[in-house]
């Protein structure tokens, strides 16, 4: 069975300043894909970055990266130049190659502090 | 195109009563799934459904609970006599069939049950 560990419960972070989300996965598949999806205070669930593992370059989104360490099973989500906007849950999530099922994280809650 | 659309947003029930939460996937999506979220806890997966099929319900409780995803109309999450531990926020998602699919889940906005 995949699981998803998101170990910080809580993190806050400075207006513009960078932060990082830490996120490992237990898995014995050799292909799968990982998110970081956004849970503002409005609750609907919104898709951040996506990796595939078979990808080894880290992905990128605007003020959002990954550090994508497939050996150590670790996925943390670097927010650059935070913003307000950006308080919000975060959840990690795990897709199997083979079975199109979502294995998600506890969430952490970040706070973006003016 | 129309995102995932659940409804009712908020639900009220009396211990005993029955729920019925109700999922319509964005369109030219065939997958389906159930997230539970309680208070300051994350997604807990119940179920994962395509048209007329079950796949994964291994989430579930085994009593009390029932998913269904019909060949018309929108998926049905289904809780009979609802106890005040069912309260939480349950998430629908659907995604496209592999392999066009992205591996993105599109969600909802979710439905509050809240059990008196």
């Known amino acids: 069975a995949q699981t998803v560990t998101q170990s910080q419960p809580e993190m806050s972070v400075q207006e513009a300043e960078t932060v990082t989300l830490s996120c490992t996965y237990d898995?014995?598949?050799?292909?799968?894909?990982l998110f970081w999806y956004k849970q503002p205070p409005s609750r609907q669930m919104i898709l951040v970055i996506r990796?595939?593992?078979?990808?080894?370059q880290n992905a990128t989104e605007n003020r959002f990266s990954v550090n994508f360490q497939k050996a150590a099973k670790s996925f943390s989500l670097k927010i650059s130049d935070s913003q307000l906007g950006d308080t919000a849950m975060y959840f990690c999530a795990f897709m199997s190659d083979t079975g199109n099922q979502f294995y998600f994280g506890t969430g952490t809650s970040l706070t973006v502090i003016p | 195109n129309a995102g995932v659309m659940q409804n009712p947003r908020h639900l009220v029930r009396r211990r005993g009563q029955e729920a019925r939460l109700r999922c319509s996937p964005m369109?030219?999506?065939?997958?389906v799934y159930w997230y539970r979220q309680l208070p300051e806890e994350g997604l807990k997966f119940m179920v994962y459904l395509q048209k007329e099929n079950i796949i994964d319900e291994s989430g579930m409780p085994k009593e009390r609970f029932s998913a269904e995803f019909p060949k018309e109309g929108p998926s049905i999450l289904r809780i009979q006599q609802v106890v005040r531990g069912d309260s939480a926020a349950y998430f629908c998602a659907s995604s496209q069939l592999l392999p066009m699919n992205t591996g993105e889940l599109f969600f909802g906005e979710g439905s509050r049950l809240t059990v008196l």
């Open positions: 990796q595939e593992a078979y990808k080894q």
């Open positions: 369109k030219g999506h065939s997958h």
């Open positions: 898995t014995s598949e050799s292909n799968y894909y």
